[in-house]
């Protein structure tokens, strides 16, 4: 079975990676809670973009648009620069305004939210210093699979290569270990969660 695309060519191409739950067959939703500010795509056609925190103090952004990959890096309100220097230099230090430089890396989920059975997640790099996107990636994929009175969850992460596998069942038990990553058959997850169990027996 073959691996999915671990590097995309475009911010759509990523986030159009699939579309609908292969597990319900809903449609997938970006989760908001990646973002600075909520999404939602516009029926009227007009461009909407995605925006990161780029500070821990969450007052700067960085924004996307998921059609053309144009990139805004977009400061909060700044004490102007005549202002700025007409203050004591200590002050200065402490109002001076972050420069950004080098990469950024935040990641974006695309769940469903019928199911809440399957999700997967992206690595996004931003070039700060240059304002543009540098590279996206499939960083992981989960699912979870209910199968009688027990639930599997498979994550794939495809930046470490290894397979996640977890399982409970109704009378309390659970079991976690990792493996060499193993591909998911999303069209017969149950046949994937047998391979797993299978590696199990003989491990």
Do not use: W
Request: aromatic share 8%; glycine share 2%; proline share 5%.
């Amino acid at each position: 079975m073959n691996l999915p695309p671990l590097k995309f060519h475009s911010f759509k191409e990523a986030i159009s990676y699939k579309t609908v739950c292969p597990l319900c067959t809903n449609a997938l939703h970006i989760n908001d809670r990646d973002l600075a500010t909520d999404y939602r795509r516009s029926d009227c056609g007009l461009k909407e973009r995605l925006s990161f925190h780029v500070n821990q103090r969450e007052q700067d952004t960085i924004t996307i648009d998921p059609e053309t990959d144009e990139v805004e890096l977009v400061l909060s309100d700044r004490i102007s620069d005549e202002v700025l220097q007409s203050l004591p230099p200590a002050t200065q230090k402490i109002m001076n305004p972050p420069i950004y430089n080098g990469m950024f890396l935040h990641g974006l989920t695309i769940d469903c939210k019928s199911c809440c059975q399957y999700s997967f997640t992206l690595q996004i790099h931003f070039d700060l210093s240059k304002q543009k996107l540098f590279g996206i990636f499939l960083n992981s994929e989960n699912v979870s699979i209910e199968e009688g009175e027990m639930v599997h969850e498979i994550k794939n992460s495809y930046a470490t290569q290894i397979t996640y596998y977890s399982y409970f069942d109704k009378e309390g038990d659970s079991k976690k270990l990792s493996l060499p990553l193993i591909p998911l058959d999303l069209s017969e997850p149950k046949e994937t969660v047998a391979r797993i169990r299978n590696l199990l027996i003989f491990s």
